[in-house]
C-alpha cells in the first residue's frame, strides 16, 4: 500500500476507535475492509470528499430495546435487543438475527457492516442490517423460546417490512424461532408478506434455503480449488461449528467426494478418522435439529469417532479447512498449523472466523483462503430468492433454486477475480471482495447524494 494510503487508515481508524471505543469486532471488521479499499478512495477524491467511507461506518440506525419475558418457572427475565440498519443505498435492508449470550453492539454493528459488503456482492438489490438479542435459546423449552420471540418481535415489528428491513436466520435463530418471530409479525400488522426469510416451506419459505449457506460454501470452494485444477473429491475436509452452516457445509463436501472428519460446537469437537456418511449426518441432523443435543454425544453414538473437550479442530491434518461457527475462531497460532499440516484451502462458512494474523498466515503462506462475505453469500442470496419468490407468488423448484444459487456463487467468485487479481494470476479473494462490495454501494451513495 502506498504511503497515501496507509495516512489514510490510520487517521481513519484512528477516529473509528475513539468514536466506538470498546467497539473490537466491529474496528476489525472495518479495519479489514479499509485496508483493501484505501488505494481506490485515493484515485477517485470524490469518494474522499464526499466521506463516502465515514458515512458506511455510520450506521443509517442502530435500535436497542428492552425484552421482557416470562419463563416455565413464572420468573421475569430481561434482555436485551438489537436491530442495526448499517446501509440502504442498494435496496431494503437484509441480514439475520442472532440469538447468543454473546451478543452486543459491537458485534451486531461488525456483522451488518460485512453484510452491506456481502450483499453488494450476491449481485441482488439488499442492502445491510444485521439484529439480535444477548438471549440464548440452549437449555430453554420451546414455549420460553416462543414468549422470548414474541416478546423480541413485539416491538421489531415497528421497524422492519418487506419493503423496509426484512430479517432472516443466524446463530440461534433457526425453523423454529422464524416460525415464532414470523407469527407474531403476522399477528401484530395483520398482513402476511415475506417480511422474514428462512420461513417454512408451506407458508412462504425457498426450497434449499436451509441448505443455501453450506452448499453455497462448498461451490465457492469448488471455484477457488478450480483456479489450481484442484477439487473435493479424495480430499479431506475439516468442518468446525454443527449448526445449520456446517451441517450443509458437511453435506455437500461429502456429496462431491471429500471426506469430513470434524465437526465441533462451543463446548468441544468430534474427530471421526472414517469420515461422516449419510447415515451418521441423519444423526447430526437429528441430534442437533430435533434432540437440541451436544456435539459430544456424536462420539458415544459412534466409538470410532473421539471427542475433545474444550478445543478446537484445527490441529487435524487435512486438505480444506471450512470454519462454519463463530467470529475469530482461527487465530495466528491455529492459521500455522493447518497450513503446516498441509491445508491448502480454507472457506470460510461463518462470518469472520479468522483473525486478521490468521488472515496474513494464510495470504503469506499462497493458499486459497476465502473471507465469509464472499463465500457464505449464498445464504443471503437465497433469501433473495425467497423475497422474489413471495413478491412474484410463485415457487421455485429445487433445480430452479440450486442453478441460482451456482450461478451467484460462480458470480460472486468472479468479482473477486476481477477485483483481487494479483500479478502472479493468483487471487486476493479479500480484496477482491471488498472492493466489488464496496464500489457498488459507494457509488450508488454518491448517486443519491449526502443522506
Ligand atoms: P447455528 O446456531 O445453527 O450454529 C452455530 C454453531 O456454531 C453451533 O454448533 C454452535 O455451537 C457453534 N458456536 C456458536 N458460537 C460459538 C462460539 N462462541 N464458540 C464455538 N462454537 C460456537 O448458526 P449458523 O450455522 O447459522 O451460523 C454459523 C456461522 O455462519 C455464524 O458466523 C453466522 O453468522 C454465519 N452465517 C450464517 C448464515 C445462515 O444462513 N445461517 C449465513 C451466513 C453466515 P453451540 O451449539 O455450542 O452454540
Known sequence: MDNFSKKYVETFMAGLTAANPGEKEFAQAVGEVLQSVAPYIMDYPQLKEQKIMERMVEPE??????????????????NRGFRVQMNSAIGPYKGGIRFHESVNLSIMKFLAFEQTFKNALTTLPMGGAKGGSNFSP???????????????????????GQDTDVPAGDIGVGG????????????????????????????????LRPEATGFGAC???????????????????????????????????????????????????????????????????????????????????????????????????????????TQNEIDGDAARTL??????????????????????????????????????????????????????????????????????MSDIHASCAKYGAKPDGSIDYVKGANLAGFIKVAWAMVDQGIV
Open 61 to 78: 440506525r442502530v435500535i436497542i430495546f428492552r425484552v421482557p419475558w416470562v419463563d416455565d418457572r413464572g420468573q421475569v427475565q430481561v
Open 138 to 160: 440452549k437449555g430453554k423449552s420451546d414455549a420460553e423460546v416462543m414468549r422470548f420471540c414474541q416478546s423480541f418481535m413485539t416491538e421489531l415489528q415497528r421497524h422492519i
Open 176 to 207: 423454529r424461532e422464524i416460525g415464532f418471530l414470523f407469527g407474531q409479525y403476522k399477528r401484530l400488522r395483520d398482513e402476511f408478506t415475506g417480511t422474514l426469510t428462512g420461513k417454512g416451506l408451506s407458508w412462504g419459505g425457498s426450497l
Open 219 to 325: 461451490y465457492f470452494a469448488q471455484e477457488m480449488l478450480a483456479t489450481r485444477g484442484e477439487g473435493f473429491k479424495g480430499r479431506t475436509v475439516v468442518i468446525s461449528g454443527s449448526g445449520n452452516v456446517a451441517q450443509y457445509a458437511a453435506k455437500k463436501a461429502m456429496q462431491l467426494g471429500a471426506k469430513v472428519v470434524t465437526l465441533s460446537d462451543s463446548n468441544g469437537y468430534i474427530y471421526d478418522p472414517d469420515g461422516l456418511d449419510e447415515e451418521k449426518w441423519q444423526y447430526v441432523m437429528t441430534l442437533k435439529n430435533m434432540l437440541r443435543g451436544r456435539i459430544r454425544e456424536y462420539a458415544v453414538k459412534y466409538p470410532t469417532a473421539t471427542y475433545y473437550e474444550g478445543q478446537k479442530p484445527w490441529g487435524v491434518k487435512c486438505d480444506i479447512a471450512m470454519p462454519c461457527a
Open 339 to 408: 497450513v503446516a499440516n498441509g491445508c491448502f484451502c480454507v472457506t470460510e462458512g461463518a462470518n469472520m472466523p479468522s483473525t486478521p494474523e490468521a488472515v496474513e498466515v494464510f495470504q503469506n503462506a499462497g493458499i486459497l483462503y476465502s473471507p465469509g462475505k464472499a463465500s457464505n453469500a449464498g445464504g443471503v442470496a437465497t433469501s433473495g430468492l425467497e423475497m422474489t419468490q413471495n413478491s412474484i407468488r410463485q415457487h421455485w423448484t429445487s433445480e430452479e433454486v440450486d442453478a441460482h444459487l451456482h450461478r451467484i
